[in-house]
């Protein structure tokens, strides 16, 4: 297999290589995705791209390896790739599922000093994770920062109530409560996301 890896891919944009990676991955043969990259980032650096690593972290972020993830993310950068709102939204939304939130919050201000601008999944992986972890004040923040770029979306605000009645703050959840049904008019919800997403992929796509 790998030889023939090699032999399709040679001196052709990384297109291809996107295709056999994504693919691979997509039909559960997960270990052979990553054993086609690897061999990919040794032999023709050329043949991989930010969709490529997109792809692979995608891959391992769902697997929960997420410190092989981030050492690929690391790599990326040594080989002159630089990440992409795709990039950051994968590692992010891991991150935030093993409860790593320290590092997503690190991402997030990375991201934004490069110039990305976190989007709706950025905030509402942030809002989710820090929310389900008791962090009401950074959920918080997220929130206010969502509001000056983007509509928030009627689940990030019944999730974010949920947590804070969990936590114990009621009056505040009430707020929030009281913010949502006043504004319900403006909030995202779900025919709203798929017209927003609809033929968005976040990985493995050009």
């Not at 409860?99 to 905030?123: H, N, Q, W």
């Not at 936590?167 to 709203?192: C, H, I, T, V």
């Amino acid at each position: 297999m790998l030889k023939f890896v090699r032999e399709v891919t040679q001196g052709r944009d990384p297109t291809v290589a996107n295709r056999i990676v994504f693919a691979t991955g997509r039909y559960g043969h997960i270990d052979k995705s990553l054993i086609i990259f690897e061999e990919l980032k040794k032999d023709q650096k050329k043949c991989v791209d930010v969709v490529t690593f997109n792809t692979v972290l995608d891959m391992l972020g769902k697997a929960g390896q997420a410190d092989r993830m981030l050492r690929e993310v690391k790599l990326m950068e040594e080989l002159g790739i630089s990440p992409d709102i795709v990039t950051y939204n994968t590692v992010i939304n891991c991150l935030r599922r093993l409860g790593r939130l320290d590092l997503c919050k690190s991402f997030a201000t990375e991201m934004v000093g490069r110039g990305i601008s976190p989007d709706l999944r950025t905030y509402s992986a942030l809002i989710d994770g820090f929310g389900r972890a008791g962090r009401i004040a950074d959920a918080l923040e997220a929130l206010e920062q969502m509001k000056k770029s983007h509509r928030p979306s009627v689940y990030v605000y019944r999730a974010l109530i949920s947590d804070l009645k969990k936590a114990g703050r009621f009056e505040l959840a009430q707020k929030l409560s009281d913010e949502m049904d006043s504004s319900a008019s403006d909030l995202l919800g779900p025919e709203d996301f798929k017209k927003k997403f609809k033929g968005r992929r976040q990985v493995g796509s050009r």
